[in-house]
């Protein structure tokens, strides 16, 4: 079995030393073995730990989210129910910011390209004081009621 210092570990998962470190802090990878000279130890294992993690959070996983993975992955014969609510949870927060980006762009489109010849005509600046609202409040507008409120 291969045995990586910390700094082989980085180098093979392109994960830096100091995400390493706080991942093993916070048990989302084994705890390392520590040689005589204090340094830390990793299997093999961890490098699967660590690549299953970096693919969580290539999807936009939370390490809580990750965390719970990893305890279901221990029981392999359980239900995949747990999983299944955890995809469906982010989905929803992913959908959500799809719309809210959907109306930032919408937004941003409106206001583009202003050309008046002085800032208290400006589009631009006219939008930004609404632009919060709409935001937060994650109104999908379309490109007509947008103008309108300019």
């Known amino acids: ?37 204090a340094y830390r130890y990793f299997n093999q294992h961890a490098i699967e730990q660590l690549e299953f993690i970096k693919t969580c959070r290539s999807l936009g996983f939370t390490m809580q989210e990750i965390k719970a993975f990893n305890q279901l992955k221990q029981n392999p014969n ?24 959907q109306t930032i762009r919408a937004l941003l489109h409106t206001m583009s390209n202003c050309q008046q010849d002085s800032v208290d005509k400006c589009k631009i600046i006219h939008s930004l004081q609404f632009a919060p609202t709409l935001i937060e409040e994650g109104i999908k507008l379309s490109t007509t009621e947008l103008e309108a409120i300019r």
């Open 1 to 37: 079995m291969s045995i990586f210092k910390i700094s082989e570990l980085s180098k093979k998962t392109g994960i830096n030393i100091e995400t390493i470190r706080y991942y093993e802090k916070i048990g989302a990878i084994n705890k390392a073995s520590r040689g005589e000279n």
């Open 78 to 101: 359980q239900s995949c129910v747990i999983a299944d609510k955890l995809v469906a949870s982010h989905l929803a927060q992913i959908e959500q910011k799809i719309q809210q980006l």
